[in-house]
């Protein structure tokens, strides 16, 4: 009797361990994402709570990303997390399991991906085009987790220091846009429109709106069916994504016929 009180006690008290450190996690997560900090605890899976999850360890990347890989030489820690990405964005797109486990594991994937992307983080400040692209698809992957999964409060503009550390990469990387590769214009694109979907900012959302017109123009897309064909190579789900971008997507067609 003594023993199960005593077993009992243990396992609530390590329930409620493991929850303070999510919530520690998640306090921690908010100020580093917000300042493009590394982590400063270690990340806690919140399957730790319940039975183990089962992740997706299937080599599956996103065709835009595979295809990049051979024109810029990414990290391989980076490159380890794009398949991860890949394997959330499918999770999310096909047909969802409404059940407390999936949602746990949904979760367990996206705090874990935040988690490295921060983490992956140079101290440096990107001097390379590849080192630039590298960082800016980091950037464009924790503003796509914010999209895709509203979790975290935020008071004016979220991510505003990312935003901006976008809008430095994109700038270098669009001069000569019409002589870079196809693949890295594509990945332009997707990234824009991943600054352009964050910014709360109206007049602010226009350099995105300006950017959106240039590599559409270069690539050839006239019409939201041609650019989302284009965004799908990289990672989108549409369900959540598509109704903001077509609303995007309308002020790049009033800026041509303008």
């Given at each position: 009797?003594?023993w ?25 997560f ?7 900090s ?24 996103s065709?835009g990303?595979?295809?990049l ?52 983080r ?10 630039i692209?590298g960082?800016?698809c ?11 999964c ?16 976008l809008?430095?990469?994109l700038?270098?990387l ?8 196809i ?14 979907l ?32 284009a ?7 549409g ?20």
């Open positions: 009797m003594i199960g009180l005593n077993r009992e006690f243990t396992s609530t008290s390590t329930i409620n361990c493991i929850l303070t450190r999510i919530e520690r996690n998640r306090a921690d908010t100020g580093c994402v917000e300042t493009d590394r982590p400063l605890f270690p990340y806690i899976s919140h399957s730790d709570l319940g039975p183990p999850t089962t992740n997706d360890t299937s080599p599956i990347l065709s990303i595979d295809s890989l051979s024109v810029v030489g990414f990290d391989s820690q980076l490159v380890s997390i794009f398949y991860s990405l890949t394997n959330l964005t499918c999770r999310l797109a096909s047909p969802r399991e409404n059940t407390v486990l999936a949602t746990h594991q949904e979760f367990d994937l996206v705090m874990s991906l935040r988690y490295r992307l921060l983490s992956c140079s101290t440096m400040i990107p001097s390379t085009k590849p080192e692209i960082d800016a980091r950037i464009g992957a924790l503003i796509y987790l914010r999209l895709i509203w979790s975290f409060p935020s008071f004016g503009q979220p991510y505003r220091i990312l935003l901006e550390k809008k430095t990469h700038t270098r669009y001069k000569n846009l019409e002589r870079l590769p693949a890295l214009v594509e990945q332009l694109l997707w990234l824009t429109f991943m600054g352009g964050l910014e709360i900012n109206t007049q602010a959302r226009m350099w995105f709106v300006s950017k959106l017109d240039q590599a559409s123009s270069t690539l050839g897309l006239e019409n939201w069916g041609d650019v989302k064909n965004l799908e190579k990289f990672w989108w789900v369900r959540i994504l598509d109704g903001a971008s077509t609303s995007l997507w309308t002020k790049v067609m009033m800026i041509r016929d303008s």
